[in-house]
């Protein structure tokens, strides 16, 4: 009993920043699996809010089932009918934010830190976040989550 009463707040502060988040309809676990996702601050559970003008991160972790030289990543704002790129985020090289290579079956940290730019539209808004082989696009990684932009 007492192992589970020094076990909660210990839990509690890992995962206070746990974003949901759904996979991409057409990428597959065994190309690439993504585990978790933490978006700080990310204090509501459900979505994210994050404010304009101050500082905030997202990391993921992920198993790629490939093996790769070097990666690239891209962030949308995700739409039914087309992605719209994230201007303060465009394609980049991801082995900025992760390691490279990646090996097959090896679980990876990418992580990013920014400040949320005043531009931005105020509002509830998915973004899909893709991460890809820098050889081959269909060794792709790429998840959902939904965020709230607040003045
Ligand atoms: C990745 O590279 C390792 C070591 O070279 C190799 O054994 C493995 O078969 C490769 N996996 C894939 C999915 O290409
Ligand atoms: C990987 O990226 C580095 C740095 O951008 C570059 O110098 C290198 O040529 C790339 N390697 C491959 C195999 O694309």
Not at 16 to 27: I, N, Q, S, V
Not at 47 to 54: A, D, F, T
Not at 74 to 82: F, H, I, P, T
């Amino acid at each position: 009993m007492k192992i589970f009463f020094i076990l909660v707040p210990l839990f509690a502060v890992a995962f206070g920043d746990l974003a949901k988040f759904t996979k991409c309809p057409r990428t597959s676990d065994d190309i690439c699996e993504v585990t978790e996702v933490r978006i700080n601050p990310c204090k509501e559970g459900r979505y994210c809010r994050l404010v304009k003008g101050e500082e905030t991160s997202i990391e993921f972790d992920f198993i790629p089932k490939f093996n790769a030289t070097n990666l690239t990543t891209g962030l949308y704002w995700a739409s039914v009918r087309r992605d719209v790129p994230f201007r303060d985020f465009p394609e980049s090289d991801a082995c900025a934010y992760t390691g490279c290579p990646t090996s097959a079956g090896t679980k990876q940290q990418f992580t990013y830190s920014t400040r949320i730019s005043e531009n931005l539209p105020t509002g509830r808004w998915t973004f899909k976040w893709q991460l890809w082989s820098a050889d081959d696009k269909t060794k792709m990684c790429c998840f959902k989550t939904e965020v709230s932009l607040a003045v």
